[in-house]
């Protein structure tokens, strides 16, 4: 590893393409606390199976599709008559302005009737309308790229209006396959072992989620290639996808049992709660902005560090960038240490704390390696190629086994999609190097060179385990 790089020590999976969906807010909306979980387990997910040489596409599944663009699109060309010069700043909260066109919609029914005849007039195609949809994307869109910004995720944009035009030869290849059914002037798809049917066109003739996520689903596996595909939504969608996967196995396109490719997963995680144990809000019972969120972590994480005296010895540019890494990584670590399927309280005390399982402790811990490491004088690069790890010590075998569970721990991250797994080895790693260190003297020991080899090591792992997790290692504290 020290010498040929950790990427050798990376699993193979017996895939080769997959697709993970995630994140996927709704266009006009503010993203909120209920999408970091969304984003975070699935970037962790994309980054391991990345590591495991598959090749990942990330997909931004948004809403950017449906009636409610009727009510946007008439509400901005009434606030706007300019309105292809509005940006978001004219805009503001997308929040507000989302409530505002709502309760225009629900009391002034002549209001309604244009929204509905817009609706019509962007599903069929109308450029006027079709220009105003994508304004009010391209405005949302900005928004969500600076909460992405922030937690170093990448995503290509596929949204519910990309599968729209397949929707109807996907649905004429199941109804020809005998799976659609009519049921009370809407087309079903019935599935053994739910008492409800899955819609795909309803009564209206309109399409629906199911209609759109199966589309999406062929498209896939037709057109992407992918031999896995992975949702990660909350537990709440677990029937939905449920549904829809026994649909795509009844048609032939995923394998009927087992894990044989091509197969479709469902991530679901569990909610965030408050320190009163209801949802995750701010005082006036508003779902907490993501953004907001990003700016109190790293603005705490900074006022720590200032409290250290950080502001005098570092550097302004040292102490935004240690301030952003722990605190980013300080929410994305207590997220993704839990089981995903389970719920977990928000605390920034907590997750802020620099003892115990957080980020900040792990960070502090390989800050400490590598100023053991600077303080040795050593040149670490050539004592790779000429020195040698000796594991004399209980503690120094205890910490070299854990190191060589690595890979086999990444593989059954993956494998089970579960990043907490990834979590408890990480952590685990930098209890095992505190013992080490607490009994093993490094500088100045006749065995100096395979420990300060050893601290390396720990090191190199601990940096993939952070990459992994979307978490930027700090090298000094």
């Not at 009727?70 to 060309?77: A, D, P, R, V």
């Not at 800050?367 to 670490?380: E, F, L, M, Q």
């Amino acid at each position: 590893m020290l010498i040929d790089g950790i990427d050798t020590w990376a699993p193979r999976l017996a895939i080769k393409r997959a697709v993970v969906d995630f994140s996927s807010p709704n266009i006009a909306k503010e993203m909120h606390v209920g999408h970091l979980r969304s984003t975070i387990i699935g970037d962790t997910l994309a980054r391991m199976l990345e590591f495991s040489h598959v090749e990942v596409l990330r997909r931004n599944h948004v809403g950017d599709w449906g009636t409610q663009f009727g009510m946007l699109i008439e509400f901005l060309y009434e606030k706007f008559p300019n309105w292809e010069d509005v940006t978001e700043t004219a805009v503001g909260d997308l929040q507000a302005f989302y409530k505002a066109s709502k309760q225009r919609f629900d009391s002034d029914p002549e209001f309604k009737e244009k929204a509905q005849k817009a609706v019509v007039r962007l599903q069929g195609g109308e450029e006027k309308y079709r220009r105003a949809w994508a304004q009010i994307c391209e405005i949302s869109r900005n928004e969500f790229n600076r909460v992405y910004q922030c937690l170093g995720v990448h995503l290509e944009e596929k949204g519910e209006s990309f599968y729209n035009p397949y929707i109807p030869e996907v649905l004429k290849e199941l109804t020809s396959k005998n799976l659609v059914e009519d049921s009370q002037g809407a087309r079903v798809i019935f599935i053994e072992g739910f008492n409800i049917p899955l819609i795909v066109v309803k009564s209206d003739g309109g399409f629906n989620y199911a209609s759109t996520d199966l589309a999406a689903l062929w498209y896939r596996l037709n057109e992407e290639k992918a031999e896995w595909i992975i949702y990660v939504t909350d537990v709440g969608q677990q029937q939905h996808f449920d549904m829809v996967f026994r649909a795509a196995k009844r048609a032939g396109w995923l394998q009927a049992e087992g894990n044989t490719y091509p197969k479709a997963s469902h991530v679901g995680f569990g909610l965030v709660l408050g320190e009163d144990g209801k949802r995750f809000r701010t005082r006036n019972t508003e779902v907490v902005r993501l953004v907001d969120l990003l700016d109190e972590a790293k603005s705490r994480s900074k006022t720590a560090l200032i409290d250290r005296g950080k502001d005098i010895e570092w550097s302004e540019e040292e102490l935004e960038q240690t301030a952003e890494a722990v605190g980013y990584g300080a929410v994305k670590y207590a997220d993704l240490k839990n089981n995903r399927l389970t719920n977990y309280t928000f605390n920034f005390d907590q997750m802020l704390n620099d003892k115990g399982n957080t980020a900040v402790y792990l960070l502090y811990a390989h800050a400490r390696i590598c100023s053991i490491i600077r303080k040795s004088g050593k040149d670490v690069e050539e004592l790779k190629n000429t020195g040698a790890i000796v594991l004399d010590h209980a503690d120094e075998r205890a910490l070299g086994l854990h190191l060589l569970q690595f890979s086999e721990i990444v593989e059954e991250a993956c494998t089970n999609l579960l990043p907490n797994v990834l979590c408890e080895y990480l952590y685990n790693l930098s209890e095992n190097f505190t013992r080490f260190y607490s009994n093993c003297q490094v500088v100045g020991s006749a065995e100096e060179t395979s420990r300060l080899l050893l601290c390396e090591a720990t090191a190199t792992v601990m940096r993939k385990c952070f990459h992994l997790l979307g978490i930027i290692p700090v090298y000094k504290i």
